[in-house]
Nanobody, 122 residues
Framework: QVQLVESGGGLVQAGGSLRLSCAAS????????MGWFRQAPGKEREFVAS????????NFADSVKGRFTISRDNAKNTVYLQMNSLKPEDTAVYYC???????????????WGQGTQVTVSS
């Protein structure tokens, strides 16, 4: 089992930045790919970014390319999502997830955190 805890969410003005963190505990010896997803009110959960265990490969949703970066520190069992040039449409609950392979599909991930709220005001 892997437990994931997100942090770093909050309220920010449009154009601002936030860095989300996702700390993993439990069976962290396994080499999991990590993903970030988000869900806005009344909408389905959508893919944001993902990264391989090594950090050598990353993927991003078109809506965040050029604004968000994903990274990880395996020594700290932590994955980060740096969000720049935030827009009101980025407002959502952000979830991190762990799975065997890098993917943009939610059900490819086995473990999920509880989420952290990001609110971008206009």
């Amino acid at each position: 089992q892997v437990q994931l805890v997100e942090s770093g969410g909050g309220l920010v003005q449009a154009g601002g930045s936030l860095r989300l963190s996702c700390a993993a505990s439990g069976r962290t010896s396994s080499r999991y790919a990590m993903g970030w997803f988000r869900q806005a009110p009344g909408k389905e959960r959508e893919f944001v970014a993902s990264i391989t265990w090594s950090g050598g490969s990353t993927n991003f949703a078109d809506s965040v390319k050029g604004r968000f970066t994903i990274s990880r520190d395996n020594a700290k069992n932590t994955v980060y999502l740096q969000m720049n040039s935030l827009k009101p449409e980025d407002t959502a609950v952000y979830y991190c997830a762990a799975g065997p392979l890098i993917s943009g599909v939610a059900n490819h991930y086995n473990y999920w955190g509880q989420g952290t709220q990001v609110t971008v005001s206009s």
